[in-house]
């Protein structure tokens, strides 16, 4: 099983967790991981989301938005193998296999 991979990084100047499916992960200042390309995405929207509310502008345009969640996202999709399991069981294995495999040459 192939599943496209995206890098991400924590620009918030603080460690951050986000949690999916009951699993949490955690951003430490500055790390950079690769996450399943559609958590990514949802990771770097709800940090930017943060910064925005930090910076006091609750009211923020989807351009606005986007453009800062591009500074979080890698422009590089990584397909990463993974053998069949089942998603829930295997999502935080899955992204310890894919930031061992691509980030910690």
Do not use: C, H
Not at 20 to 36: F, R
Not at 42 to 59: C, G, H, I, S, W
Request: proline share 3%; no cysteine; glycine share 6%.
């Amino acid at each position: 099983m192939r599943q496209p991979y995206k890098l991400v990084t924590n620009i918030l100047n603080k460690d951050w967790k986000g949690s999916w499916s009951g699993k949490e992960i955690e951003l430490k200042d500055g790390e950079t991981k690769l996450l399943p390309i559609w958590l990514a995405d949802k990771f770097a929207e709800v940090m930017a989301m943060e910064v925005f509310t930090n910076l006091r502008q609750d009211l923020v345009g989807k351009e606005e938005l986007n453009t800062l969640k591009q500074k979080m996202l890698g422009t590089e999709v990584v397909e990463v193998e993974f053998p069949d399991k089942s998603e829930g069981d295997i999502l935080m294995e899955e992204i310890e296999y894919a930031n061992n495999k691509y980030l910690n040459k």
